[in-house]
């Protein structure tokens, strides 16, 4: 089957009842970089944007509900600025949304009234207040890249970049990370796919694209007060970060997931992890898949892990990517 073919069989009740709904209500949906959105601002509105604090976050969202059940159900408590559905290629949703409202008390209201809120049966949802993440770090860069050439590229692929600092890598490969801080969280959000997705020479195999843990970000910040080693550029002495291990221990993020776990009346998680190809620079690939009991579905990704003298194993190094990426789709952070 062509892929068009293959993903419009997917779903098809729910995408009929989806367009029905639209024609009814004469909502227009637009999707593009794979979100979905109503709004932002609605038909009809007037003046600028909602203060902060009127989004919130949707997460452990059923894969085949679409907006004509979540808007109607989230719009029951307050006004709609804007509703944004993470989307598969296939047209199923990714597990999760954004919906931002009118004023901050509407979105307190729906945070109260709809997290653990009971969807369906056996599908309990999570509603929290959206961090609103601006920060993204971009890890293993090649050690050749330098701060303009990479602000360069990323005005071109990337919009509503604000500032670009690069750091020397920690770990023993030499290597370099940059934290990118965007305008606003979508633009972040967007960046981070466009990265993610793109073919871009200025990392290795082992490129990785993350949002910037507060804690990460708490020690760099302690780097540049206290820099062994600096930079300067346009004027500004940029500090190199000393060599210490930025990210954290196995231990410290498995048992970081069972807390959350357990918060969200979860189960142990369950991980498998497979070497699926070696290159010569020693980078290995890794696939790995993830079973939470209570989870309605098994979460799955690749990574790629290298070699040290750390005394790690790489499938411990898999397991703790698969466990941080778990973390991320239960919608916190570390």
Known sequence: LLPQ?????????SKRALL??????????????GQRRYGGPPPGWVGGPPPAGTEIYIARLPQDIYENTLIPLFESVGKLYEFRLMMTFSGLNRGFAYARYTSPQDARNA???????????GCTIVVCRSTQKRELIVSDLDVSVNQQDLETLLQMITEGILSVTLHASPCQRPAKLAVLKYRSHE??????????????????PGMRVDWLDPQLKQKLQLWEEEPSSS??????????????????????????????CWRHRLRTPLFITKCVQVNTDGWQRFWYQVVIPGYHVPISGFTWVSQDRQGQSEHEKAKLAAALHIIRVLGESL
């Open 5 to 13: 073919t293959w993903t419009n069989g997917i779903n098809e009740a």
């Open 20 to 33: 029905a709904w639209e024609k009814e209500t004469g909502i227009e949906l637009v999707q593009i970089n």
């Open 111 to 121: 945070i109260t009234t709809f997290h653990r809120f009971r969807l369906r049966e």
């Open 187 to 204: 633009a972040a959000a967007l960046a981070k796919k466009t990265l993610m997705e793109g073919n871009l020479r200025i990392g290795g």
């Open 231 to 260: 930079w300067v550029h346009r004027g500004k002495i940029l500090a190199v970060p000393r060599p210490a291990a930025l990210r954290p221990s196995l231990q410290d993020v498995l048992e970081h997931l069972n807390i959350l």
